[in-house]
């Protein structure tokens, strides 16, 4: 399953539930999550996608750390079935 397929889903499920997609670009900070999703209520989440077989580079686990550190939730998402999962999870129904 590719990386795209699965940040297409996630959006999809993000936009029904009422919540904002974003696609995080943050130039001089390589490593920040793929995604922000925020959600009613206002919940935001900092989202990492990768594929089955993606594995995170340290500049990632650099920056996932330094988010979660100050409270921010981060989602490491690895795979069509966890994405499922986060969806039943976190996105209102």
């Known amino acids: 399953m590719l990386e ?3 940040e297409k889903k996630i959006g999809k499920a993000v936009k029904a539930g009422g919540g904002l997609y974003y696609k995080f670009v943050s130039p001089g ?3 920040v999550p793929d995604r922000i ?3 009613p209520g206002g919940r ?3 989202i990492e996608l990768k594929s089955e077989t993606g594995r995170l ?3 990632q686990h650099v920056q996932i750390q330094r988010l979660a550190s100050r409270g921010c939730e981060v ?3 690895q ?3 966890e994405a499922e999962k986060f969806i039943a ?3 209102p129904a």
């Open 79 to 81: 795979g069509m079935e």
């Open 57 to 59: 580079r340290m500049t």
């Open 37 to 39: 999703a925020v959600l």
């Open 44 to 46: 935001v989440v900092f």
């Open 4 to 6: 795209k397929t699965i």
């Open 89 to 91: 999870e976190v996105i």
């Open 75 to 77: 989602h490491v998402i």
């Open 29 to 31: 900070n390589d490593g």
